[in-house]
């Protein structure tokens, strides 16, 4: 099965931090740069200071998690995770994200390339204090390339290439 070609989203949340273990920092617009990252971001290739910068990945240059999920955890698991806790860049809302491995899509005016499915780690109960990890387990966020850059901003429409 793939992703409806009709879908569109939106840019609810924007986050970054400068280094691992640091709390993320809403944006309200972030810097993409084709081939590198994010403007500020731990993961931005040549500056990595995040949890995996020892295992340099080009998919991982601008990460996306649904704010339908954090609705999911709240029902089914009664934990309250907030868009800055997730600890993922771009927060969506109205997109398939488990759809798009492999596919191109516009997040404003940028282009990105879905490279796989985000993985959720122990990493985040750590800094979080609660146990989140089961929780997000198959619904963790997707990690992307980025192939145009420019400027995202809250509110910004997402939809396929």
Known sequence: ???DPSWLGLVEHLH????AFLPMQSQE???LVAGEGIVGDRYRIGVEQGFYSE???EGRQVTLFEAEVLE???RDYKIE???EEHRRNITTRGVPLNWLVGKRFHIGA?????TRLSIPCR??????ERQVFDAMVHRSGLNCRILEGGTVRRGDVIRPA
């Open 1 to 3: 099965m793939s992703a």
């Open 16 to 19: 970054t931090t400068p280094r």
């Open 29 to 31: 617009s972030i810097e």
């Open 55 to 57: 295992k340099p990945e």
């Open 72 to 74: 999911i955890i709240q």
């Open 81 to 83: 995770l907030l868009p």
């Open 110 to 114: 940028c282009l990105v390339e879905a």
């Open 123 to 128: 990493h985040i109960e750590e800094i979080l």
